[in-house]
């Protein structure tokens, strides 16, 4: 079972003064923390994300593609990296869930990612 | 057949469910991994009783009848849904078959049950219906009376609960021993919650005292007892729980007002509740562990219990309990309820001047301005009691607190 755990920025970027999301020891724990998913098979993907002011939107289900500017949604909050991982529950989810809440320096979001019909 | 009969059988019925629902659900839950499916099987085998055992007759093992025949419905459910969708997957519910991890802990179904039920992942308000739904086996229009929501409000709560438990795989196990403790105590709160309600009703409208949710939080909390009998805080839960529920008929006057524990006639105390809640502070007390938080609320309540008086309540046991309360929950409503009893060790004055100091966190809390108030009206500060009788009237929500708070105030 794969749960995307969604980092959530809710200021700290911007207290530390930057544009893109992590510190130096951020980055750091978010290393030892990688590593440790991959040695116990919890590991699948993870990405940090760019300044969401470097987003664009593109809706193509009319007649022609509608590109914007910017984020789909103006907030404080905002997505800053997000992993996916592998785990046997939700229990497993929360806690792994709870070390990169600590890693990152940032809430968290988990949700169950849908498993294919079989 | 005889009107005897059929009083039996539906005694037997009523009796059946009581006994058996959570048990019927739970292993329907973990042969199926899906707690839909369980919850109607287990309304099915109920519904076949119903029809069935008055002409039968009651089987000689209810429970085991019960479980067979939701077996059987369940697999009924999970054709009629195969038929309807080819797609249809197999459940996901995770099951852990490893036995039950700590001492004290009897590996049951139903405790896999109360453990999901109650997973910290589910809203306080969802853990507490869907506990009452799956493991009480109350309707969903009884819980939505009970807790004041619309049924169909209620009915949406209940599904989401269910469709969060599938969907993000939240476990049908009891928690590994390092989880234990902490899941324990979020079980704890949601059947003290359920007490509660049922023993200070929140709404304005609702009866003050509710005897169906005091009762289906004793009776769950008894469930949890039998199942890990060697637990403290279990044991002080259900302590205090039957010591609060043994002063309910002297909680309420003639005329609906609500009655102190000062003023409370101890003579209408049930006797028998009060013995089995003595008897759990002592297994405690003998116990010799360090007591958690239930245990050590149960110990204040047998101490109130066990004077004949109120004027022989032991106060400074009562103070040093709270006390040591306040090491594990320094919580302002803990300071609150801790200077009530500084009021009859040390006086009015030195428990007003420790209430003062919490307006600021407890300053939209009713209990807040009554115990204030009530400590005003004792120094002779009337202008201000009563200002704050006003403030604590505005903010009560239960009717019959409300009247005993008028009642105060206009005696002023």
């Known amino acids: 079972m794969q749960y995307l755990i969604s980092v959530i920025d809710d200021g700290q970027a911007q207290a530390a003064g930057r544009i893109d999301s992590a510190t130096a020891d951020e980055a750091a724990a978010i290393d030892v923390f990688n590593e440790q998913m991959q040695t116990d098979g919890h590991w699948v993907f993870a990405g940090g994300l760019g300044d969401p002011s470097a987003a664009t939107v593109i809706d193509n289900r009319g007649d022609e593609p509608i590109i914007s500017d910017g984020p789909y949604i103006e907030s404080k909050e905002f997505l800053a990296g997000f992993w996916i991982i592998e785990a046997a529950d939700l229990d497993v989810a929360l806690r792994l869930a709870r070390e990169a809440s600590r890693a990152c320096n940032r809430k968290v979001e988990v949700r169950p990612v849908l498993q294919e019909e079989a | ?412």
């Open chain 2, 1 to 412: 057949m005889n009107d005897g009969v059929v009083n039996d059988v539906a005694n037997a019925i009523t009796l059946a469910h009581r006994e058996e629902w959570a048990r019927v659900v739970a292993t329907v839950a973990k042969r199926f991994g899906d707690l839909d499916i369980a919850e109607d099987a287990a309304s099915d085998a109920f519904a076949v009783a119903v029809e069935r055992w008055p002409a039968d007759g009651v089987p000689p093992n209810p429970g085991g009848w019960l479980t067979t025949t939701a077996n059987r419905k369940a697999i009924d459910l999970i054709r009629r849904e195969n038929n309807r969708d080819r797609k249809h997957k197999e459940a996901v519910m995770i099951i852990d078959n490893e036995p039950a991890p700590p001492v004290g802990v009897i590996d049951d179904d139903r405790l896999r049950l109360i453990f999901a039920c109650c997973h910290p992942a589910l809203a306080m308000e969802s853990r507490v219906a869907l506990t009452l739904r799956m493991v009480g086996g109350l309707t969903v229009d009884e819980i939505a009376r009970a807790l004041f929501v619309q049924e169909s409000a209620m009915a949406r709560r209940i599904t989401r609960a269910k469709t969060k438990i599938k969907q993000a795989r939240i476990p049908f196990r009891v928690p590994s021993a390092d989880d234990l403790p902490e899941r324990l105590y979020g079980v704890l709160a949601v059947l003290f919650l359920v007490f509660n309600e049922g023993y200070l009703a929140t709404g304005r409208d609702a009866a003050p005292v509710r005897d169906d949710l005091t009762a289906e939080g004793i009776r769950l909390t008894r469930l949890i007892r039998d199942l890990m009998p060697e637990d403290g805080e279990v044991a002080g839960l259900l302590a205090m729980m039957l010591l609060i529920d043994a002063r309910r008929p002297a909680r309420l006057s003639a005329s609906g007002e609500l009655v102190t524990i000062d003023e409370q006639n101890r003579g209408a105390w049930d006797r028998a509740l009060i013995a089995e809640g003595h008897a759990l502070v002592r297994e405690r007390l003998r116990a010799n562990t360090p007591p958690g938080r239930y245990q050590i609320l149960a110990a204040i309540n047998a101490v109130h219990t066990s004077a004949p008086d109120f004027r022989d309540t032991d106060w400074s046991q009562v103070v040093a309990l709270y006390d040591q309360l306040i090491q594990l929950d320094p919580s302002p409503i803990v300071a609150l309820n801790r200077a009530v009893a500084v009021a009859e060790l040390d006086g009015p004055d030195v428990a007003l001047a420790a209430v003062d100091r919490l307006g600021g966190a407890l300053n939209d809390y009713h209990a807040f301005h009554a115990t204030r108030a009530d400590l005003l009206r004792r120094l002779r500060r009337t202008t201000e009691a009563r200002e704050a009788y006003d403030r604590a009237i505005e903010l009560a929500g239960n009717a019959a607190e409300t009247a005993s708070l008028i009642r105060r105030r206009d005696r002023l």
